[in-house]
Nanobody, 116 residues
Framework: QVHLVESGGGLVQPGGSLRLSCATS????????MYWYRQAPGMEREFVAH????????NYADSVKGRFTISRDNAKNTLYLQMDNLKPEDTAVYYC?????????WGQGTQVTVSS
């Protein structure tokens, strides 16, 4: 059974940093691209970042480029998102995601709130 479990969210002041983790099980993590998405209240879920299976390729939404860094540890089956210089508009529930066997898999999400 596939599981994705996000953690590391919380309340942080503008300009602060957080590191999100997504622990996975039930599939071959090292063979799959992984993604972070986020959903703010009243908004649609949006793409944040992507990383290739072997970490050679990343891409980011323009709104987070230069502030967020996606990474993965294939030995630990874990995905990360380092978020620096956080802004109030980064407030959202953050989800990790992968797509294989013709369907998308999602975690339960972790809340990030950026506020003074």
């Amino acid at each position: 059974q596939v599981h994705l479990v996000e953690s590391g969210g919380g309340l942080v002041q503008p300009g602060g940093s957080l590191r999100l983790s997504c622990a996975t099980s039930g599939f071959t993590f090292s063979a799959n691209a992984m993604y972070w998405y986020r959903q703010a209240p009243g908004m649609e879920r949006e793409f944040v970042a992507h990383i290739s299976p072997t970490t050679n390729y990343h891409n980011y939404a323009d709104s987070v480029k230069g502030r967020f860094t996606i990474s993965r540890d294939n030995a630990k089956n874990t995905l990360y998102l380092q978020m620096d210089n956080l802004k109030p508009e980064d407030t959202a529930v953050y989800y990790c995601n992968s797509y294989f066997l013709h369907r998308a898999y999602w975690g339960q999400g972790t809340q990030v709130t950026v506020s003074s």
